[in-house]
């Protein structure tokens, strides 16, 4: 079974806050392999905007993102460009 | 006799009138109940029906959002409709369900409280705010479980539109009310910037929020007047009070639609004197706001809010991206940047001073700064970043030494020398103005002005500082007088002196924003003022109607005057040829005089 992983850094200001939670939990619902994130060590469903949401991801932290599946690569491919992107906000 | 006046933030404006409504909007008690094994699967699907239900109830709420008050707006509920769909979530309750025999009820309360106990403890300010969204979810599907409807506190009896009181709106519920039955909202909890003020704002429905402890002190059921612009309810009015509420809400419209057809007109005296009306900026927010009523640019942009509800200081990056913004947004304008104006209850969490007996005249703003320059160091690099791209200009609060200026200027110079150093791409020079907000500041604005590019006049503080007036203290709000002939000869030197060196002279305190001030700041030459988004159309329709020559024949009379009535019989006397006096008191409660929004 594929699997991929990719780290990086957040660089929203804002962090991960609801907005972007919801966007990754939306891209990763595209996706059918089992998708996790991580910050510090804690793991999370990447498709829980919950989980997501609890990692209270802040501005230069740092994310790990693992899939296992068929479409491991491209999924975390697409989410970390999500969770990295500078969202329209202050 | 109780106190009829309530005061709390206006964060709609308009006046609305009506019966008070008090909705309370709590979390349903949930009896432990166990389901039968043979049960547990018809509990499940009892679990989804119910979070179904309440999904395309939000999904409803949201379009009708949408509709409403726009794309933005809709986008409050995302945040819960995932909530309701998020899958890891919904298999832990299930297997409450099964494994322990939970009614659905039970075992979506525990999850959620599980949940929100979680958050509620997090490190991160924005996750603990995003409790009462959670919060909201849960009252709706537990409610929806129990069998129990909530919509009966959106129905009000009689055919009155009613001030709806809670405790706390949330957007979710405030959509909710049928526009045609309620006239305004009204809150204990909640600031400005709550998300259920906005969306009051884009409802045009008028709202306060923050009436500390008003559902105790008045019964649900009694008359009141709710003014959205000024933060107060009036209790039980007299019918003469009701007629004027009336009114001024009539006139206060009517001023509205002038102001919206007089829009973008050039802000240009009878006599062509051009004046430079920029917007003050609390908050993002406010940018838009600003540009949309044809700001000539920023002339206060206050800091303090990279702060908020953080405990570390903002980075160097995010400094440079928010001043990029703004100056962007107006591309051919001047921005003016206050640096930190921390003290008093502005200390980010990391300064934790002491307690200080006397906070107005202890570590505050440039003092702060100068101390712990670290700080003020990575702001100043932002600043001078960020003016690669617009016209940016910096501003020090509380000067009240000229030493004070040559150090800022010493430690620019040695910032803009490491940023050269490092080859980071930035500014030769950064125009700097000195606020003057203290009499030491005015007396010394000669020597100040030969040093420095501009002068901006703080007027609350110089109101507070040169008077001894403190002006938080409610006991002292009629001695807080800033037409005080001690204020305005001030005002006078500064300007004066601004002339005598060709450096702009500014006013960007809260005078700016008051008519009755701007006429008289224009008769003391006064040509750039930076107005509270709010107050941009009323002022720049003011300056329309006004003579130069004119202004300053009045405050020439002013500046011989010996007490503040005088100031304001003169002023009065004056404007009162030009403008209708009462289109300058629209959305004023009854009783409340003109100074009073000073």
Known sequence: MAVA???????NRLGIH???????VKVAARFSCMIQLAKDAQWVNGKSIMGVMTLAAEQGSELTIRAEGDDAQAAVDALAECAGK????? | MKER???????????AIGPARFVHWELPRVTRRLV????????????????????SLLDQLRVHTQERAGAEEAKIFDAQILMLEDPEFLREVEALIHDNQLSAERAFEFKTLEMRALWAQSSSPRLRQRVADLAGVQLRVLN???????????QSEGDQPVIVFMRELTPGLMIQFERDRVAGFATEQGTRTAHAAILARSLGIPCVMGLVGAMNRIES??????????????????????????ETERVRLDIEQRLEADRGAPNVTLDGDAVDIRATVDLPDDIDLALRHGAAGIGLLRTEFLLMGRTGMPSEEEQVAVFERAARAFADFPVVIRSYDLGGDKYPAMFSPEPEPNPFLGWRAIRVSLDEPQFFRIQLRALLRARRHGDIRVMLPLVTAVEELERVKEILAEEREALAEAGVAAAESMPLGVMIETPAAALLVEQISARCDFLSVGTSDLTQYTLAVDRGNARMAERFDPLHPAVVRLLHEIVTAGQRHGIEASVCGLMASDPVSVFLLIGLGYRVFSVATAALPVVGWVVRQLHGTECAECATQVLTASTGREVREHLLKALASRVDLKMLDGGELPGLSLSASL
């Open chain 1, 5 to 11: 992983e990719r780290t990086v850094r957040v660089e």
């Open chain 1, 18 to 24: 609801a907005r972007p939670a919801a966007e990754i």
């Open chain 1, 86 to 90: 500078k969202w329209e906000e202050w």
């Open chain 2, 5 to 15: 006046l309530l005061r709390g933030v206006g964060v709609s404006p308009g006046i």
């Open chain 2, 36 to 55: 039968a094994s043979d049960r547990v699967d018809a509990e499940v699907a009892r679990l989804h029906e119910a979070v179904d239900e309440v999904r």
């Open chain 2, 144 to 154: 929806r479980l129990l069998g129990k409807s909530f919509e009966h506190v959106l």
């Open chain 2, 221 to 246: 059921g009694v008359q009141v007047v709710l003014d959205g612009s000024h933060g107060a309810v009036l209790v039980a009015p007299t019918p003469a009070e009701l007629d004027a509420a009336r």
